[in-house]
């Protein structure tokens, strides 16, 4: 059997990047393998949750980027994993295991999967979401208020504290790895060429 084809989605936080994964796991629910960058947050089980509310989240630094990498080869070995299971609401990864099948195509979604060169190389496809900074902080206001529990002061001090310089400082640049640019998560030109491309590669029509 040949590798599985790998496809990752970058794009700053509340870009659209895990809208579009999504919507292409819907549309071939039996031949994706969906992964996220999120459950290979590092563990943190010995730190007070007060400590844990005030670390940097958005550095390579805070993914456990080994155990990705290692898991990522085994998915296009055509092996299953066990991947991790982060927990937003306690910053920290859980007990749970997510089992993951091998399928012959793996989506990978995070804000910095192109930062580490090791995991780049293994995506067949590298795509950037990009999308406006205001409205990139509203749908997180939203999201962060509504799936984890989140309020509004907190939300605004760790996006000015570390989401939007780390930003900057890691994740926009990623954008030269892509080999294609979208503008939004909802873009349907965009997600037509690569439904696709995954046709092609499963032998579908078109």
Excluded: W
């Excluded at 007070?48 to 509310?53: A, H």
């Excluded at 995506?123 to 990009?130: L, P, S």
Aim: proline share 4%.
């Amino acid at each position: 059997m040949a590798d599985a084809f790998v496809i990752g989605i970058a794009g700053g936080s509340g870009s659209g990047k895990s809208t579009f994964a999504k919507r292409l796991k819907e549309q071939f629910p039996d031949d994706i393998a969906l992964v996220s960058c999120d459950n290979y947050y590092l563990a943190r089980h010995d730190m007070p949750l007060e400590e844990r509310r005030l670390q940097n989240y958005d550095s390579p630094e805070a993914f456990e980027f080994d155990l990705m990498i290692r898991q990522i080869q085994e998915l296009k070995a055509g092996k299953d994993i066990a991947c991790p299971v982060y927990d937003f609401t306690t910053h920290d990864r859980s007990q749970q295991i997510l089992q993951i099948a091998a399928k012959p195509v793996i989506l990978i979604d995070g804000i910095l999967i192109f930062v580490e060169p090791q995991l780049r190389e293994l995506m067949d496809m590298r795509i950037y979401v990009e999308t406006d900074a205001d409205e990139r902080i509203l749908r997180r206001v939203r999201r962060d208020m509504v799936e984890r529990g989140r309020d509004l002061d907190g939300i605004i001090s760790q996006y000015l504290a570390t989401v939007k310089p780390m930003h900057n400082a890691f994740v926009e640049p990623t954008k030269a790895y892509a080999d294609i640019i979208i503008n939004g998560g909802m873009n349907d030109t965009a997600f037509d060429l690569v439904k696709n491309k995954i046709q092609q590669l499963l032998g579908e029509a078109v």
